[in-house]
């Protein structure tokens, strides 16, 4: 099946908006988080927005980055699975509470945040919050416009 987009991607017709795009994506992934760990939680919110595009790439990425099929095939269902580091869970933990905001009275409960607090630092958690919240942003345009995933991998 081949999905067309409503219209061309909207950062091809804002272009100025590439520059916000790139400075979101490098303060996120200079703060210390593992860049796998963040793919991990793009990937997460990806699956839940359904977001083809944002799904496919990550997916990619992650593999050409030396990612192991168990991880990324067990992404969906991470609790029942043991490939997951501490860490990592919490991250996808609140990478989750942060994206199903409507979902609860209490979006983001104080557990998920206190877990995810262990493993990180202000400065990392702001980073994981931060990519969520961009995640987000590019599942709702691309889900919104019907952006196609590439098809030229």
């Known amino acids: 099946m081949t999905i067309e987009p409503r219209i061309v ?10 520059k916000a795009i790139n400075l979101l994506h490098k303060a996120a992934h200079s703060a210390g988080v593992p860049g796998n760990t963040l793919e991990l ?14 799904v496919d790439a990550g997916a990619r990425g992650m593999r050409k980055a030396g990612e192991t099929d168990e991880r990324l095939f067990a992404v969906a269902a991470w609790r029942e699975t043991p490939y997951f580091t501490d860490a990592e869970r919490a991250a996808l ?17 104080d557990d998920i945040w206190a877990e995810a607090a262990r493993h990180f630092n202000e400065k990392e958690l702001a980073a994981i919050v931060l990519w969520v919240a961009t ?14 995933a590439p098809q030229d991998w």
């Open 41 to 54: 939680v793009h990937l997460r919110a990806s699956q839940i927005n359904g977001c083809g595009p944002c």
């Open 93 to 109: 933990a609140l990478a989750e509470a942060a994206t199903r905001l409507a979902d609860r009275a209490d979006a983001v409960p």
């Open 9 to 18: 991607n909207p950062a091809g017709l804002l272009p100025e908006s590439i």
């Open 135 to 148: 995640t987000n942003f590019f599942n709702r345009i691309n889900v919104t416009t019907r952006q196609p």
